[in-house]
């Protein structure tokens, strides 16, 4: 059965850090794109970021670009995002998420075969 699994989310105070942590079970994420997304109450689901396969390319949202970092371990078949200089707008249920894909990656939900359950981010003072 393939699971994916986040980890790592809390409250945290504006300008704080939070590293999430996906990890997969039953496949090896070395063959999957994989994706972050978040959604907020009351909002659509958004994407946050993405890393291909090899771990070579990444995307990130326009308003998380230069805060988050998206990186894997293959080896340990985990990914994770590092969120800095986190505000109250990032406070949302984020999600992981993969798809088979030898190369590239894509921040749309519609690409993504797989989810994880979410793990809660709150950023408030």
């Known amino acids: 059965q393939l699971q994916l699994v986040e980890s790592g989310g809390g409250l945290v105070q504006p300008g704080g850090s939070l590293r999430l942590s996906c990890a997969a079970s039953g496949f090896s994420l070395g063959y999957y794109a994989i994706g972050w997304f978040r959604q907020a109450p009351g909002k659509e689901r958004e994407g946050v970021s993405c890393?291909?396969?090899?771990?070579?390319?990444?995307h990130y949202a326009d308003s998380m670009q230069g805060r988050f970092t998206i990186s894997r371990d293959n080896a340990k078949n985990t990914v994770v995002l590092q969120m800095n200089s986190l505000q109250p707008e990032d406070t949302a249920v984020y999600y992981c998420s993969a798809y088979r894909a030898i190369a590239g990656c894509v921040v749309t939900d519609w690409a993504y075969d797989y989810w994880g359950q979410g793990t809660q981010v709150t950023v408030s003072s």
């Open positions: 890393i291909s396969s090899s771990g070579n390319n990444t």
